[in-house]
Nanobody
């Protein structure tokens, strides 16, 4: 089992910055990919960014490329999402998720259906 806890959400004005954290606990060697997702009421969950915890390669969605950066700490149990130049459209509940190691391999991209463990989310609100 893997437990994930997000933190760092809040309210900010457009153009501002926030840093979200995703702290993992439990069987932390069972996964090798952490993703960040967001969701607004009435819409599906959108993949924002992902990081391969082994090699450190990252992927960012088109809507956040150049504004959001995903990274991890040296222990590889905390993943960050640095969000800059925030827009009102970035307002959402943000979740992190872990993908278990796959025997078949596969790339680490933020596709919701391939992730196995999810946190409870942290709210980000951007006002104009």
């Amino acid at each position: 089992q893997v437990q994930l806890a997000e933190s760092g959400g809040g309210s900010v004005q457009a153009g501002g910055s926030l840093r979200l954290s995703c702290a993992a606990s439990g069987y932390t060697t069972s996964y090798n990919c952490i993703g960040w997702f967001r969701q607004v009421p009435g819409k599906g969950r959108e993949g924002v960014a992902a990081i391969s915890t082994g090699g450190g390669s990252t992927y960012s969605g088109d809507s956040v490329k150049g504004r959001f950066t995903i990274s991890q700490d040296n222990t590889k149990t905390t993943v960050y999402l640095q969000m800059s130049s925030l827009k009102p459209d970035d307002t959402a509940m943000y979740y992190c998720a872990a993908r278990l190691r796959q025997a078949s391999g596969g790339s680490c991209q933020p596709t919701p259906r391939i992730f196995h463990y999810w946190g409870q989310g942290t709210q980000v609100t951007v006002s104009s």
